[in-house]
Structures are given as C-alpha cells and as structure tokens.
C-alpha cells in the first residue's frame, strides 16, 4: 500500500504561482512512477504532469506545458508540481497517483493505470 497526500491548494489570483506537493508513505516512494490529475465538476480526470521513478517527465496536455513542471525528491517521498501564470481555467481538484512498477509507457494518460490517489486539494484561480 502507499498513501499519498497532497497540500499546497489554495485560492490565487490568475498570472500568480502555486507549488502542489504531494507526500507519500508505504512501499518504497522511488520505485513508483508519479501523475499529476486535475479534475473539474462534470469532466474526466485528466493528467497534468508525471515523472517516471527515474525522474524523466511527460507535461500534458498543451494548455499547461510552458507553465507546469513536475519534479520529485525521493529522499523526502514527495513529488512536486510548480504551476507558473496560473489562469482561471485551472480551476480543479488536484490529484497525485502513484504508478507501479513497471511503468505505463503507452497508456500513462490513463486514470486506470495508477493504482494509489491521494485524496485531492483544490486550486482556484481568480480571475
């Protein structure tokens, strides 16, 4: 089992900044491939970033690539996604998941393919 908990939402305006953390416990932290979903009232959770457990990372979709990075520190168990000028349509709940060994390579955009969530922290961007 590895139970993940995210911090860092909070309510900004858009243009400002805003580092997610996520923490996670359980099983080995660096042998787990990490996603960053977001999800809206009425939509499919979608992926955001993930970093493989080698820390090589894939930034989707095209709305957010330039303005989200995802990076993780494994000797502290918690994966990380900075959000540059923010705008109000990334407004969601944000999720961490974990990805087990091995790693999806072709279906990663997948919720399905992660098997541990955290339990979500919400960013609202103002207008």
């Known amino acids: 089992q590895v139970q993940l908990v995210e911090s860092g939402g909070e309510l900004v305006q858009a243009g400002n900044s805003l580092r997610l953390s996520c923490t996670a416990s359980?099983?080995?932290?660096?042998?787990?491939?990490m996603g960053w979903f977001r999800q809206v009232p009425g939509k499919e959770r979608e992926l955001g970033a993930r970093?493989?457990?080698?820390?090589?990372?894939?930034i989707d979709p095209d709305s957010v690539k330039g303005r989200f990075t995802i990076s993780r520190d494994n000797a502290k168990n918690t994966v990380y996604l900075p959000k540059d000028s923010l705008k109000p349509e990334d407004t969601a709940v944000y999720y961490c998941?974990?990805?087990?060994?091995?790693?999806?390579?072709?279906?990663?955009?997948?919720?399905?393919?992660?098997?541990?969530w955290g339990k979500g922290t919400q960013v609202t961007v103002s207008s």
């Open positions: 998941a974990a990805d087990p060994p091995p790693p999806a390579y072709l279906n990663y955009r997948q919720p399905s393919v992660y098997d541990y």
């Open positions: 359980g099983r080995t932290f660096s042998d787990y491939s």
């Open positions: 970093i493989l457990w080698r820390g090589g990372a894939t």
